[in-house]
């Protein structure tokens, strides 16, 4: 038996939907488990790997070809459900992030590891009936890593990553500081993008909501002095760039109030990397340095003090 067909056999046996149990999903498992068309089942491993390697491991071993923008396709179709069933785990950075990954949970790798042995029966067994406890365990484990912050005095959770401690850190270090009595209007999580989204209050400002994903990672609106913090939390892509500005004004053109334009770091080292694609006429926020920021804006701030 073809070991496509056999790992769609093991996703059925342990119970994941029919959707799950397709030639990608399959293929995807594979990548993840390193076993190629001619490897043992108990050379199974559990590396690190991101979806660019699990496409690239399909089409070397498999020869099966998905192209670069069907990412989303394998995190929607595979890798969601298959951390939902905690039979992979991820590595908690941002999704957006070039640095984020899977990998096959331990319980998991050694049931793959055990497909052809003589207890493989008693295996998958074993699994199953420990499948809910150990389903808990990972949600309990992603939940006592949330990253807990108060938005417009209610509290939320962000999932954890690099981002996700910057957003925390525009919202409790920058806005108090920056932008006093200020109200969150919009920010994203990871996983959940529309954390926080006034819709009423965005459409009541001009906004045009339908362009969602021109939506920068955090807006702030302080009502007292008619402006707009547009901010950009940056761990690795994604600065206010001349095109970013665009974007959002394209968004905001029939917004009337005063714009700010906002790239936030973690960390100087951070800023110096992508430093080079800062649009003029904006503002840069190091959380590190929390009571500092750097202005590109030309002569606005010449003179004596």
Known sequence: MDKITKMKELLAEIGLPARQQS????????????????????????????????????????????????????????LHHFRTAAIIEDNGTATNSPNYCYRLTAEFLNLICS???SDFKNKIQKFKENHESLAEIYRSKKKLTKLPVKINNKDFTFSTGAHNRLQKAIIEEFAPRFAPNSECLYIGDTIKKDLVKETDLLSKLGFDITLHDKMPDV???REDKDGLYFIEAVDSVGPMSSERIRDIKEMTKNVKLGMIFITAFLDFSKYKKISNQLAWDTEVWIAEMPDHMIHLNGDKFLGPR
Do not use: P
């Open 115 to 117: 497909i052809n042995s």
């Open 219 to 221: 807006i702030l609106y």
């Open 23 to 78: 030639d990608l999903c399959a293929l995807t498992m594979l990548a993840m488990s390193a076993i190629k068309k001619k490897s043992s089942w108990n050379s199974a491993s559990n590396e690190w790997i991101n979806i660019h390697n699990v496409i690239q491991f399909i089409s070397n071993n498999y020869g099966i070809t998905y192209a670069e923008n069907s990412r989303e396709t394998f995190r929607k179709q595979a």
